[in-house]
């Protein structure tokens, strides 16, 4: 399989198809041209054809603005484009083509209307990582966000900027655990952190406080956004990290959220993390 470019109803198109068209037969200023004036996806797209390419993309590309990666077991998308990447489902339909992601080869089903290529794994969870390491491998970035349903114990493995957890309700004691790791040292790159709870009627104040020393915020105010969506805060908990962070996190009894939001401690009173 070869990215390629068609024409159709009176527009280019870019896209993964079969083609003839060799890039890197070309000479080399030639496919570094091509190579620059391809977007993100793009770039993305022709690395799958083989480790050659990979390789190619990855050592000519000029390094672009930054990107965001937003990953999940399902998908890895990059934001700057707003396209989605090749995608993994664990029981995909037949398979019609293999593609080399991470150094591997693995079947792919694709369609000529420019959907993104379905990628086939035996374990969904593998075929997430193997995903996510190659596309923060090409560009040289690390997942801003992550899209997951997991346990306390994955989610302090996770090195993201933004986590939400949609698919599983956490524990108000899973939850407590995680802010005591983040509170010694774990997730230094995490700034906002949003997972589902139980009800109003579950919650248990000792299980979610034992140990934080969190005190309540009467003078900042944070401003989240959330599905598009600007909402501030006057009333939260904080508590402080020993790498000199602080965060404030808040139950939402309406919608059973927790956000939880981090900012370095001589952040003034208006805190504002709409960016994550």
Known sequence: MSSGIQYKNGVLLYKVVPCSFYLFRLPHLAFMNIINAMTATEQCMTSLCSRRALSTIKTLRRRSEKIRIIASDRFVT??????????????????????????????????????????????????????????????????????????????????????????????????????????????????????????????????????LNARRNVERKMIVSYRQKEYQFAHFFEVDSNGGLTAGFRFDSVAGLVRFGVWPSDTGKIIDLRLY
């Open 78 to 211: 990059i934001i700057r484009t707003g396209q989605q990447l090749p995608s993994q489902f664990a029981n995909s339909s037949k398979p019609n083509e293999s593609v080399i992601i991470n150094g591997l080869s693995v079947f792919s089903v694709y369609s000529k209307d420019g959907a993104p290529v379905i990628t086939r794994w035996a374990k969904r969870t593998l075929g997430a990582m193997e995903l996510i390491e190659h596309v923060c491998s090409l560009f040289n970035e690390q997942v801003d966000t992550m899209v997951i349903e997991k346990n306390t114990d994955n989610l302090i493995t996770l090195d993201c900027i933004s986590l939400t957890v949609q698919e599983r309700k956490f524990t108000w004691a899973e939850l407590n655990r995680f802010i005591k790791h983040w509170m010694n040292g774990g997730s230094v790159r995490l700034r906002m952190l949003l997972v589902a709870v139980g009800a109003k009627r579950e919650y248990n104040h000792r299980e979610m406080f034992d140990g």
